[in-house]
């Protein structure tokens, strides 16, 4: 029976160039640690009709889980790690906070569009969640 390791890794994607290198980067880093990799797709939602959003937001979790099959077939066929996908809604730091404060995370890596907007952001993110980071450029 497969159980899930006790070492996390997040790694943020956003579909843009940099989504490949952080892929490759957080297959390695699970690789090496024997880590649980979850990959992180957030999305902002700002719409005035509650009908329109909730559409919005189904239409852009499925863009996103196709995206991810296509990553999953070119990156993950037999690397034999543990992993899964999760979407979420909002600020990628405070998604990376949430998730820090309920899982044992031993590790994050961060795409250059993920990276937080400010450096001041970037800075309370690390003070946060006191786990290493890896900032792809």
Not at 8 to 13: A, D, P, Q, R, V
Not at 25 to 51: C, D, E, P, V
Not at 112 to 137: F, G
Request: net charge negative.
């Amino acid at each position: 029976m497969n159980s899930r390791p006790a070492k996390n890794i997040l790694c943020t994607l956003d579909f843009s160039d940099s989504t490949d290198q952080a892929m490759e980067w957080g297959i390695l880093m699970a690789r090496q640690l024997k880590a649980h990799l979850t990959f992180l797709y957030t999305f902002r939602l700002i719409q005035s009709n509650s009908g329109e959003l909730m559409k919005l937001k189904h239409t852009m979790e499925d863009e996103a889980r196709k995206k991810f099959e296509l990553l999953e077939k070119k990156y993950l066929q037999d690397k034999k790690i543990s992993y899964d996908f999760q979407i979420e809604i909002g600020f990628i730091s405070d998604r990376i906070e949430d998730h820090a404060s309920k899982n044992n995370l031993n590790f994050v890596v961060l795409g250059k569009r993920n990276n937080a907007n400010d450096h001041e952001t970037l800075e309370e993110l690390v003070d946060h969640i006191h786990v290493p980071m890896l900032l792809l450029p």
